[in-house]
Nanobody
Framework: QVQLVESGGGLVQPGGSLRLSCEAS????????VGWFRQAPGKEREGVSC????????YYADSVKGRFTISRDNAKNTVYLQMNSLKPEDTAVYFC???????????????????WGQGTQVTVSS
C-alpha cells in the first residue's frame, strides 16, 4: 500500500521559513508528478505547487509564487517544499499527493492525484 509521510511543519513567526518533506514508501514516486496542497480551517483545499516526475517542470499558485520552491530527490523518494517569507495566511494543513498515473502532467488540481499523505500543520503567527 502506498504511503506518503509529510514532515517539517510547525509554528513559525511571520517572515520565517520552513521546509516540508514528503517521503513515499512502499512505492516509487519517481517519474510521477507530485503536488503540495493546503487546507485552512473553513476553506477548501487548494493547490500550492507541483513538480513533474523528473523535476524539470514546476508550478506555483500565485499566492506563493516567489516565496515557495518545490524540488525533489528521486534517489530519496522525497519531494520538498521550501517555504520562505511566510505569512499568517499561509497557515494551514499541508498535504502532499502523488499523481494517479505516469502520464499525469503536473497540475494544481487535486483530482489528478491518487495518493495522499496525512498532512502536516503549518502555523504562521507571532
Amino acid at each position: 500500500q502506498v504511503q506518503l509521510v509529510e514532515s517539517g511543519g510547525g509554528l513559525v513567526q511571520p517572515g520565517g521559513s520552513l521546509r516540508l518533506s514528503c517521503e513515499a514508501s512502499r512505492f516509487s514516486s519517481d517519474y510521477y508528478a507530485v503536488g503540495w496542497f493546503r487546507q485552512a480551517p473553513g476553506k477548501e483545499r487548494e493547490g500550492v505547487s507541483c513538480i513533474s516526475g523528473y523535476g524539470g517542470s514546476t508550478y506555483y499558485a500565485d499566492s506563493v509564487k516567489g516565496r515557495f520552491t518545490i524540488s525533489r530527490d528521486n534517489a530519496k523518494n522525497t519531494v520538498y517544499l521550501q517555504m520562505n517569507s511566510l505569512k499568517p495566511e499561509d497557515t494551514a494543513v499541508y498535504f502532499c499527493a502523488v499523481a494517479a498515473t505516469l502520464a499525469t502532467v503536473p497540475t494544481l488540481s487535486s483530482g489528478a492525484y491518487a495518493y495522499w499523505g496525512q498532512g502536516t500543520q503549518v502555523t504562521v503567527s507571532s
